[in-house]
């Protein structure tokens, strides 16, 4: 596993961690607020439930440090979206026979431990691709219908923390969303949404093709990316 800065053109090898042939893998990357320092998370776990965690601090640690947790009692999704110093994922528990994601599991960089927030109350319907993304500087939920309707919807979470504040901030369903993301009828597993800007959404529509959709004026470009084949669970997110 590497680290690269392609602003600076610079990489970092990271030594290996702990590894399990049948451990499902999920991880994070992201900056803790209070000191300006970088750590990656991996969390490991395997088909009955066993969970455990691993930490690197990017200019300090020289191995993988082991956190104390109990076993994690859901499935996270592959990719974790970074927003207010800590790591989130969709999370759904490990008893559940759907892939539907029914929580948001977070864990606060800074101090180093996991937590659960409620998501929204969500139809359970099988055929809608979910993603966390940043909207208005706030968490939000987009879910998307891949099949006949193609709806898109996004909830908001307007107070962080609070699952009351929970609100549906859009609900489309007009032609656009379909024109823009047809490409999504053929390759489901890569589906993915992230904010972009405060009225935005970017939705892969392949491992190498995004869409950027502007939710006020439906309004949508595709974006071209130069000499890139395929792209694995991009990561979009900044401290700043």
């Given at each position: 596993m590497s680290l690269c800065n392609p602003i600076l053109g610079e990489r970092q090898i990271l030594p290996e961690g702990r590894s399990v042939d049948d451990d499902m893998i999920t991880g994070g990357f992201g900056v803790d607020p209070s000191t300006n320092l970088y750590k990656v998370l991996l969390v490991h776990s395997d088909i009955g439930g066993k969970s455990y965690s691993e930490i690197f601090t990017v200019g300090v640690d020289v191995n993988w440090r082991i956190l104390e947790m109990v076993n994690c009692p859901y499935v996270l999704d592959p990719q974790g979206l970074l927003?207010?110093?800590?790591?989130?994922?969709?999370?759904?528990?490990?008893?559940?026979?759907?892939r539907i994601a029914v929580f948001i599991y977070a864990?606060?960089?800074?101090?180093?431990?996991?937590?659960?927030?409620?998501?929204?109350?969500?139809?359970?319907e099988t055929n809608k691709a979910r993603s966390l993304l940043v909207l208005r500087n706030c968490l939000c939920i987009s879910s998307f219908a891949y099949h006949d309707s193609h709806?898109?919807?996004?909830?908001?979470?307007?107070?962080?923390?609070?699952?009351?504040?929970?609100?549906?901030?859009?609900?489309?369903?007009?032609n656009w969303?379909?024109?823009?993301?047809?490409?999504?009828?053929?390759?489901?597993?890569?589906?993915?949404?992230?904010?972009?800007?405060?009225?935005?959404?970017?939705?892969?529509i392949s491992t190498s093709e995004f869409v950027c959709c502007?939710?006020?004026?439906?309004?949508?470009?595709?974006?071209?990316?130069?000499?890139?084949k395929q792209i694995e669970h991009p990561a979009l997110e900044s401290p700043t």
């Amino acid at each position: 596993m590497s680290l690269c800065n392609p602003i600076l053109g610079e990489r970092q090898i990271l030594p290996e961690g702990r590894s399990v042939d049948d451990d499902m893998i999920t991880g994070g990357f992201g900056v803790d607020p209070s000191t300006n320092l970088y750590k990656v998370l991996l969390v490991h776990s395997d088909i009955g439930g066993k969970s455990y965690s691993e930490i690197f601090t990017v200019g300090v640690d020289v191995n993988w440090r082991i956190l104390e947790m109990v076993n994690c009692p859901y499935v996270l999704d592959p990719q974790g979206l970074l927003f207010r110093g800590a790591m989130h994922w969709m999370a759904r528990e490990r008893t559940s026979n759907t892939r539907i994601a029914v929580f948001i599991y977070a864990f606060d960089i800074g101090e180093e431990r996991f937590r659960s927030i409620m998501a929204p109350p969500l139809d359970m319907e099988t055929n809608k691709a979910r993603s966390l993304l940043v909207l208005r500087n706030c968490l939000c939920i987009s879910s998307f219908a891949y099949h006949d309707s193609h709806e898109l919807d996004i909830r908001r979470m307007k107070e962080y923390g609070v699952v009351e504040s929970w609100s549906k901030e859009y609900s489309i369903r007009e032609n656009w969303v379909s024109r823009c993301c047809m490409a999504l009828l053929e390759k489901i597993s890569s589906v993915k949404i992230w904010g972009w800007g405060d009225d935005s959404v970017l939705v892969s529509i392949s491992t190498s093709e995004f869409v950027c959709c502007n939710l006020d004026q439906r309004k949508h470009t595709k974006l071209e990316i130069a000499n890139i084949k395929q792209i694995e669970h991009p990561a979009l997110e900044s401290p700043t």
